[in-house]
């Protein structure tokens, strides 16, 4: 019982990640209609927020210190981060330690100005263009920035660790009365599902509780419609992107302690988030976030041991073993509408 | 009497054949003028290094490019010379090599089996490349091997841990620097006894290819020798970015050891998340739990940042030993670029000057005269103290080091401490041991 609890918790932690790209993508499909293969290099982007935060708030200056010497026998080069200077040692510390959550703040406006400069600068050309050239112009856009990234940062995955108050792990099965040890769970692993319960809430609220989302949503049932009374859909369209674009780079700025940010990491999410909306159903947000979290917690469990011996590779396949059954039994996937792709 | 039984039927058979011929790679025909395939015979003599250039392995690429770019520099003559001051070998005299400069290009292997043999098949055929060097993956360095033995060039393999590079799939024209994952094991195993003791319950985690196999089977087997039990072995997908499913259960599978063979990305990652899991504050059958990294990169050691603290692993060579040979090159190297050299820049620096001293010494670029002036080579002053290239399976034989993430580095480049430098013969084995079984050096290949 408790290796079962254990692996949904790793499922949901990685469902989290898988919902909130999904999320993005499906947003950016049901209003503009554009495939987007550049979104899990939005994931990687907003990572890299929190990588470019972290090295903004330990630039330093050096003293020599002639007591210790470098690898080449020179005066050891001590360096001391300025905020540590400016707010004094022990502030400064803290604010260098609590570098990913302030990232927050750092990666939403330059996430909104990405998506914008992305969806007005190139995607708005393909909008009326096939499906096959948005997927192409989008992929191609993705490699580029990769390896912009991999340009200033390197190849190397950068650690980006989370505040020590947040490290470390908890035994959760002594709080529901299992023996010590049998359910020891990462804290930021948590907070990382916590933070992702909450994206996914705020954009469902925003899109049912505000003009702008009663608009967007009516945008999507009926752009003609809506465009005929007088409102400028495409602007609220632009911004949604604008809002797609930030939901991955929130979520890639919060993964960045579970797996250090490296240039590659969207990639590595990217066919598995659109299998995601696949199942999901394409147009679907319900189905993006349930698809999200219900292979999530399938690949955990396909990981087990007990399943890898019994079905050998079942852990490399289980994604697309799902889809496959789902897209035969429920072709337009768990939650998809009638008329999405169909045309 | 002419004969009229001329079909089409056969003129087309007899056109494929004359076809294919004519379509045949030019490195399997190599000019008949030539003794050997790329036989230099202007001023300059061209090598071709092959290394990631992209793809996730593309820092440690970097690395070698720039050690093999410092090794060309001290053949012809330039910079402070470096190795060639300390190598016992006195043949290389800073003119090149047989009195030729020394040029070279370069490939990208993208850390993929095909588009490293592309890369090193361009350089053969179009560069006229003598010499392929470089990588940074067992499954390129097989693959490049294979390529080079066909073409009758040599290939001196940059980072390659597998223990199949001279085992089963060793070959004549082939030859390794670097140390392998038996001597990871027989390196590994005093220390662990020392440090851990013999009554421990080992967890494998490993890479499902052909080098994270190799590594599994000799650290088990070494460990098993100690008195240990291995409780499980794991394989994950190369392609993971997140083992969290992988380490969940190890703390209740009875283990008091996580073994993890994973290398580069995957080694990052799962070691980060088993510092989440909080395995390393935990204790198990009334000992701390222990995690062992049993091969170690400088760059991956940046990669896993703090992580690495106290865990032990192995390493081919590091830039804080104190031999002449070492203090040579990480002078050159670091003067040069500002940083120390890694140990793949290493591997790469010695196999380029090991190459260049065989051509002196054989008096010849053929790579049959090369195999020979490099079979049973024993030579000091390249770091690691007193080495051999065995005959038998081009395998080299050096001291290997154990070593720690450093729990107080002073900088950037001490990540990792070293804790034991591993003399040579505890590392050595007979060449038909079972975990090097299969496979035939075979004859040199010269290409003509």
Redesign the interface.
Known sequence: MDAILLQILNGLDKGSAYALIALGLTLIFGTLGVVNFAHGALFMIGAFCAVTLQKLLNLSFETLDETQKDFLGNPLKVETPYVEYWFGPEVGATIIDWSVPLAILFAIPVMLLVGYVMERGLIKHFYKRPHADQILVTFGLAIVLQEIVKYFFGANPIQTPPPDALSGSVDLGIMVGFDPNAIIYPIWRLVYFGFAVGIIGAVFSFLQFTTFGMVVRAGMADRETVGLLGINIDRRFTIMFGIAAAVAGLAGVMYGPLNPPNYHMGMDFLVLSFVVVVVGGMGSLPGAVLAGFLLGILESFASTTWATTTIPGINQIIIYLVAIIVLLTRPRGLMGRKGVMEE | MTNKNVTRRGVLKSGAVAGSGLALPTIFTASSAAAFTNEPTGSSVTLGFNVPQ??????EGNDELLAQQLAVEHLNGEGDGGCLNTFSSKALKGNGILGKKVEFVTGDTQTKSDAARASAKSMIEKDGAIMINGGSSSGVAVAVQGLCQEAGVIFMAGLTHANDTTGKDKKANGFRHFFNAYMSGAALAPVLAAEMGKERRAYHLTADYNWGWTQEESIVASTEALGWETV?T??T?L?S??F???I??V??SGADVLVLNHYG?NM??SL??AI???LL??VANGKDFKIVVPLYSE?MA??????IKGVLGSMNWN??LQDEGTKAF??SF??KYGK?PSNSAQTCYAQVLLYADAVERAGTFNPCGVVEALEDFEFDGLGNGPTWYRGADHQCFKDVLVVRGNENP??A??TLEIVEITPRAQVEYDPEHPMFAGGELGKCNPGA
């Open positions: 992209t793809g996730p392995y593309a820092e499980n794991v394989k997908p392609a970015t997140d969290s499913s992988y969940a259960p703390l209740n990305g990052v990652n980060t998340n989440q899991f909080g504050d935990k760059l940046a990669g896993a940042g703090e992580n830039w804080q990480v002078k670091g003067e120390p002073t900088n480049y001490d």
